[in-house]
Each structure stands twice: as C-alpha cells, then as structure tokens.
C-alpha cells in the first residue's frame, strides 16, 4: 500500500485588509482628495463604481455628457457637509483633469 502525505495545517493567514489609504465600502474603496476647480479648498469623499455595478445613467458634470450603465465612474461628494443629495458622479478622465478646467455644468 503507497504511504500517504501527511496533511498539513493551513499555516497561510490572512491578513487585515489595509485601510490606511481609504475605508472599505462593500467592494468599492473610498479616499479623500482634493476637490474640483473652484471647489479646490475643499476635501470630497471619492468613491470608485466598477462597470458591472453601474446601472443607471448619469450626467458628468466635469464634461457634461452622460455616463451610460456599464460604465466604470467615480462618484464624489464634499466630505464636510455631503449627503445623498450632493454626490456627483463623474467620468474617470473627468476627475483626473478637474484641476485644470472648470466645471461645464453647475451643481444643483
């Protein structure tokens, strides 16, 4: 009769999820940073949507156009006084360049 391998205890463990860069959000990682062109002074919430969890069309206001359901986005809301009310959800592109144009539409 073969000889069997001994098993082995799972000696891998897994180690907490690092949070010091944002905080966890169901699967989506959320970090401050600086706000758009006018809004500069201000910190804004950053929350990434992958594309399969895009559902709904909405309308950039970093370019005015609209972001279509199956498209990965941002979304984005002041992190002092933001509620639902005030989150914006922007093309990717968009936020990156928010620094160096201003916004085509205003919030409302």
Same mark, same amino acid.
């Given at each position: 009769?073969p000889?069997? =391998?001994?098993?082995?205890?799972?000696t891998?463990?897994?180690?907490? $999820? !690092?949070?010091?860069?944002?905080?966890?959000?169901?699967?989506?990682m959320? #970090?401050?940073?600086?706000g758009? *062109?006018?809004?500069?002074d201000?910190?804004?919430?950053? #929350? &990434?949507?992958?594309?399969?969890? *895009?559902t =709904?069309?909405? #309308? @950039?206001? %970093? @370019?005015?156009? !609209?972001?279509? $359901?199956?498209?990965a /986005?941002?979304?984005t809301? $002041?992190?002092?006084?933001?509620g *639902?009310?005030?989150? #914006?959800?922007? /093309? &990717?592109?968009?936020?990156?360049?928010?620094?160096?144009r %201003?916004?085509?539409?205003?919030?409302?």
């Amino acid at each position: 009769m073969p000889r069997r =391998k001994p098993q082995r205890k799972n000696t891998r463990r897994s180690a907490p $999820p !690092d949070t010091s860069e944002g905080s966890l959000f169901g699967s989506a990682m959320m #970090r401050q940073e600086a706000g758009p *062109a006018g809004y500069a002074d201000e910190s804004f919430i950053v #929350r &990434t949507i992958p594309g399969a969890r *895009a559902t =709904k069309s909405y #309308r @950039c206001p %970093g @370019c005015d156009h !609209d972001i279509r $359901p199956g498209v990965a /986005h941002l979304v984005t809301w $002041p992190a002092e006084y933001g509620g *639902a009310e005030d989150r #914006r959800h922007w /093309h &990717t592109g968009c936020w990156s360049g928010r620094s160096t144009r %201003g916004l085509t539409r205003r919030w409302s």
